[in-house]
């Protein structure tokens, strides 16, 4: 069986770090992603994904990423039955996140300090001048090839 997510979208809230009773970390937050399609004339839609993470994922998702932060995850996906404050059975389907990546320059996140490495200039791209016929020569079938 396989039960592979990948996912990359923007957080709708900045995580808040939570802990169990026994002190385990844990996070719950929710992205949007954007659909891939959009019909003629009309604006993109996006699906809002619940997700969790465990212990240092929870504790790196918290430490790094806010509202509105571009997010990449792996993780699978899990369903859950539970009883709302009226009694009614309702079930939840989450994302379980194993890892987090970070997508999106410095800038976009909005994040301050920290290292960052020297640009280098960019190189001017390179000039090419047209061929003329005479800079190719033909190659008779009875010939084996140079290669």
């Known amino acids: ?14 995580p808040e770090l939570r802990s169990t009773g026994t002190g385990i970390s844990v ?22 994904v619940d997700c ?16 509105g932060s571009m997010i990449a995850i792996t993780g699978s996906i899990q369903t859950r039955n539970y009883e709302d404050k009226n009694g009614n059975k309702r079930k939840a389907v989450e994302v379980v996140v194993d890892n ?14 920290g290292y ?13 001048t047209s061929g003329s016929e005479s800079d190719f020569e033909e190659i008779s079938e009875d010939d084996d090839l140079p290669f």
């Open 52 to 67: 969790i993470a465990w212990r240092n994922t929870a504790e790196f998702i918290t430490r790094y990423f806010q509202k």
């Open 1 to 14: 069986m396989i039960n592979n997510v990948v996912l990359m979208g923007r957080l709708v809230a900045t």
């Open 100 to 113: 987090a990546s970070f997508c999106g320059s410095k800038a976009e996140s909005g994040t301050t300090g």
């Open 27 to 48: 996070a719950s937050f929710t992205i949007a992603v954007e659909r891939a399609y959009a019909k003629a004339g009309e604006q993109r839609q996006a699906d809002f």
């Open 116 to 128: 960052s490495a020297p640009v280098a200039p960019a190189a001017p791209a390179p000039s090419f």
